[in-house]
């Protein structure tokens, strides 16, 4: 009874344990047959943004690499010295049990069914045809291999890596490329003699997968040691319990072909199910499958992203071509856009520029009065100076001249970073030179017009040829009232003009009127007193303070009319020209003839489409 039992218990436990593996052999066909239909999809459109789940191969340069692949999918790989895998090799294996004799199929360009006895020939021709004059290429070649003795997996072979020489660095490029992504498995191909110093693909998996967690080394030529110091090292690594510990394998014993029971002899010693070409080609399935499991969210959120930036972009070009006005409205609200703050990006040069005119009033000086005034006997005295006057105003001319130079090409420099052609998109590259040429034009003329234009200020202030009344009571004030006379008036103004001493000999505030009264007192006094000092001076020192008060009392009425013209003509010429350009640029019959879309936008746009449309369809089939 208890026999019958423990019978009927270990059957219900088998049973279980069958399902189990039915299931997950059913779970795994199906996931890879998704993740190959996905693949097929992006291959088609020759898209490879996505990163899917697959095992990749790496090794160092005659580390038996090939001789793995080789048994592992049942493909005759190419196998001598030097590098023989010059591309990535892409391998799909797929069960077919209603394929007898396995069908076998190679792509570069075009998919074509191929004979086994010609592959390895085939392989290598593609990859010649692809190289040119490089030692190794980017564009994988996929070989197709489908029959009822095949395992489903999904193999990517990188060539070997060379310590020196043409293509070293191309190669590490190549294999970083294809290992960084976490859904890689990678399978790292080490002669198993080899210690990990010298081992460069062991180094590139650490780089990229520091805890191990998805990389399998593989130990080739098991049968082969230099010492039993390396014999042993090898069998240790082969011990370790962890679930990705290495896995030892004898491809070619004695350079001879494969051989079950030679490689299971040899390995004897070893764990069985990290041993032999058989245990290896079990593991695998098992671990992609998991790797698949793991990264699906992940590739559906990768498939989203996809959608939703080629999304964006395809909203900013427009899903369709703009017409011919409304890529010109576009340039025209650029334009508009870019002069908005022009003022602002005047107002730092216009400010400077009313500074250094205020400044010129320094050069306005007794001595440089003495050095122009020259008496004429033969003049009437009171018409002596007018020389004098001239050279200074000649000399303020000079130097104002010296800043409106200055100012102009301060505001030429603002003028020329104004407006960003570069900025302006989806039109063509000559739509985009004929606007710089129509602008530049438009600007060369904006500038003659400013430049004639400030000029004419200049010679307006600056031609002395009447006297208005504002004018001559400057200059009265200049010369009676002088700035050093007012300095005295000030300094004669203290507390006893506003305080008084009363009865009870305290101090207080004067009557208002009482301080009217001694205010005009000081101030008469001084006029008074400075009248009678220009009274005594020679007739040359009183001519020479008239037109030292002349020619401040010009500069003072000039120089602000001077600054607020200059201002006002700024405005007029350069705001009001720039803003017209938007309507010339409506006009311009260049710009008319040569209006459209530039032909790389109607090339993203369909390609941005074409990416929405084929991730959706990569959605639909992982969602299936």
Avoid at 198 to 203: D, I, M, P, S, V
Avoid at 283 to 293: F, K, M, V
Wanted: glycine share 2%; proline share 3%; aromatic share 8%.
């Amino acid at each position: 009874m208890q026999e019958f039992a423990f019978r009927k218990k270990l059957i219900f436990i088998i049973t279980i344990i069958h399902y189990c593996k039915l299931d997950m052999e059913h779970n795994y066909r199906e996931f890879l047959s998704k993740i190959e239909s996905v693949r097929n999809k992006l291959s088609e459109q020759k898209l490879s943004k996505l990163n899917l789940p697959q095992i990749t191969v790496i090794g160092d340069q005659s580390s038996g690499k090939s001789s793995l692949l080789s048994e592992i999918s049942g493909i005759p790989f190419p196998t001598s010295s030097g590098i023989t895998t010059k591309c990535p090799i892409i391998v799909y294996t797929k069960f077919n049990s209603e394929i007898q004799d396995t069908k076998y199929y190679i792509q570069l360009d075009i998919k074509k069914e191929i004979s086994k006895q010609n592959l390895c020939e085939e392989i290598l021709e593609l990859q010649r045809k692809n190289l040119g004059s490089n030692k190794v290429v980017k564009e994988p070649i996929t070989i197709y291999a489908e029959g009822s003795e095949r395992d489903d997996l999904v193999l990517v072979d990188l060539p070997g890596i060379i310590s020196n020489g043409d293509g070293k660095n191309e190669v590490i490029d190549m294999i970083n490329q294809y290992i960084t992504p976490k859904e890689s498995l990678i399978l790292i191909v080490t002669e198993a003699k080899q210690d990990d110093e010298t081992a460069k693909a062991l180094e590139l998996a650490r780089n990229v997968d520091e805890d191990g967690i998805r990389s399998i080394r593989i130990l080739t030529k098991f049968d082969v040691f230099d010492s039993d110091e390396s014999e042993s090292r090898a069998k240790n690594l082969i011990k370790n319990i962890d679930i990705l510990s290495p896995h030892a394998v004898i491809c070619c014993p004695k350079g001879k072909e494969y051989c079950h029971s030679f490689e299971k002899e040899k390995l004897s010693e070893l764990p069985e199910k990290r041993a032999g070409i058989m245990t290896l080609k079990e593991r695998l399935p098992a671990l992609l499958c998991e790797l698949i499991r793991t990264n699906l969210p992940g590739l559906k959120q990768q498939i989203d992203e996809e959608i939703r930036e080629n999304s964006n972009n395809l909203l900013k070009i427009g899903e369709n071509p703009p017409d011919h006005y409304q890529i010109l409205k576009n340039i025209q609200d650029n334009f508009l856009d870019d002069i908005r703050d022009i003022e602002f990006l005047l107002t730092p040069s216009i400010m400077q520029f009313s500074d250094k005119i205020r400044d010129t009033r320094k050069l306005i000086t007794e001595e440089v009065v003495n050095k122009f005034y020259q008496h004429n006997a033969f003049k009437n005295i009171f018409f002596q100076g007018n020389r004098a006057i001239d050279e200074i105003l000649k000399m303020l001319n000079d130097k104002w001249l010296e800043i409106i130079n200055w100012y102009m090409s301060e505001v030429v420099k603002k003028i020329f970073i104004l407006f960003d052609i570069s900025k302006l998109s989806n039109i063509s590259k000559r739509l985009k030179k004929i606007i710089e040429e129509c602008w530049n034009e438009y600007r060369k003329q904006i500038y003659i017009d400013f430049n004639k234009c400030m000029i004419n200020e200049l010679k307006k202030y600056l031609n002395f040829h009447t006297m208005n009344h504002y004018l001559t009571s400057k200059y009265e004030e200049k010369l009676i009232l002088p700035e050093e006379v007012i300095n005295d008036i000030l300094d004669n103004i203290n507390q006893d003009t506003f305080l008084t001493m009363d009865h009870y000999s305290k101090k207080t505030v004067k009557d208002i009127s009482d301080i009217r009264d001694s205010i005009r007192e000081i101030i008469e006094s001084e006029v008074e007193r400075n009248i009678e000092e220009f009274n005594r001076k020679s007739i040359d020192e009183q001519h020479k303070q008239r037109i030292f008060a002349a020619s401040t009392a010009i500069w003072s009425v000039h120089h602000k009319n001077f600054i607020d013209n200059i201002n006002s003509t700024t405005q007029e010429i350069l705001f009001c020209k720039i803003q017209n350009w938007k309507d010339i640029l409506m006009q311009d019959i260049r710009i008319k003839e040569n209006i459209g879309e530039d032909n790389t936008i109607k090339i993203s746009r369909e390609q941005y489409k074409k990416t929405i449309e084929v991730m959706n369809e990569c959605k639909e089939i992982l969602q299936e």
